[in-house]
């Protein structure tokens, strides 16, 4: 793969690459009340509904496998929720205690008047650069100029990708002729023949290397590769209102060690993963891409919630900071350990 070498210079040329657009939509302010702890016991939080065919669709099923809820006390009420975007505005709006956000992602809200904080890990990056298999195209560079689907720039997904161009010395939203969409959207327009490449998030980007698409790169191989950092690039975690925390901070902390406890075994055990290839939402007929879920999967629920991880989430917003992704660094950390 061609990169340039991460300079203050190449960073600097690549400080526009979010000025199209790339800002959150427009989110309401904070409200609701705290949820109380339910009877018996237990802590209840108001979460997002199972999410068939993404890469943490599998938590639930190793969760109800092993009993984890009950083991951690918790009461999960699942009457709201959505993609990116609208799950983290009904966060904000309280419609939900606990969804996913990216270091990148909060800092920007906080920045416009929030107070969203992440108390722990949930997954690392899993964005993929793939191409289908007769394309010309050997590297990121080669894509210059050609049509890329990827997430909405309001995502995770989307400024982590840039970002990750960025420290590469490329300008994602001016070298690249954007399609941006719902995962399932820009899928259907890849596979018609009108994308030339399109960066897919799991369990997408492993269909498609199953039936035969080429992975140029990851997301997270353009990160190390710019910046020469050997950590996992963070994609998401556990975010809640800070105020939810004030009045909710057990049910904080047994929620984390609830997703942790999934995730690790899922580790220990990646035949999990195969055995519940049907919430990633890949049929029994798809054996290769069935065969590829634990090798490629695996590694993609992030078990670590320590100083490596903040180091990693603080480099992620002073490069996006330098590069312009984010207009400045919120007053308050957006993240803290329980």
């Not at 809200?109 to 298999?133: E, Q």
């Not at 975010?239 to 899922?266: G, M, S």
């Not at 919430?279 to 007929?285: I, K, Q």
């Not at 054996?287 to 078990?303: M, N, S, T």
Request: glycine share 10%; charged share 25%.
């Amino acid at each position: 793969m061609s990169t340039t070498p991460l300079t203050r210079r190449s960073l600097l040329r690549a400080a526009g690459l979010l000025a199209g657009g790339a800002g959150a939509a427009t989110l309401l302010s904070a409200c609701g009340a705290d949820e109380p702890a339910a009877a018996g016991g237990t802590r209840s939080a108001k979460v997002q509904p199972r999410s068939p065919g993404t890469a943490g669709a599998i938590r639930d099923s190793v969760a109800e496998q092993f009993g984890l809820e009950a083991k951690h006390g918790l009461r999960l009420d699942r009457r709201a929720g959505g993609g990116p975007g609208a799950g983290q505005e009904q966060l904000l709006t309280g419609v939900l205690d606990i969804y996913a956000f990216g270091p990148l992602g909060a800092t920007e809200v906080n920045t416009s008047g929030h107070d969203v904080v992440i108390v722990g890990p949930s997954l690392w990056n899993h964005g993929r650069w793939i191409v289908p298999a007769d394309s010309p195209y050997q590297s990121i560079a080669d894509l210059k100029g050609r049509k890329v689907g990827v997430q909405p720039p309001s995502s995770d997904t989307y400024r982590a990708a840039a970002l990750a161009s960025a420290v590469n010395g490329i300008r994602f939203d001016r070298e690249f002729k954007l399609f941006t969409g719902q995962p399932i959207a820009n899928l259907a327009l890849y596979e018609r023949g009108d994308l030339d490449a399109i960066i897919a998030i799991e369990p997408n980007a492993t269909r498609l290397v199953g039936s035969g698409n080429r992975q140029l790169a990851s997301v997270d191989e353009l990160w190390r590769t710019g910046t020469g950092d050997s950590s996992p690039l963070f994609l998401n975690g556990t975010a809640v209102r800070r105020d939810w925390l004030a009045a909710n901070r057990e049910t904080a902390k047994a929620y984390v060690d609830f997703t942790l406890e999934a995730w690790r075994l899922i580790k220990k055990d990646p035949t999990l993963i195969g055995k519940y290839h049907a919430d990633y939402g890949v049929p029994a007929e798809e054996k290769k891409a069935i065969e590829l879920l634990p090798e490629r999967l695996a590694p993609v629920y992030a078990d670590v919630w320590d100083d490596t991880v903040f180091a990693n989430l603080e480099k992620q917003i002073d490069l996006a900071v330098e590069v312009g992704v984010l207009k400045k660094r919120a007053a308050k950390p957006v993240y803290e350990k329980l």
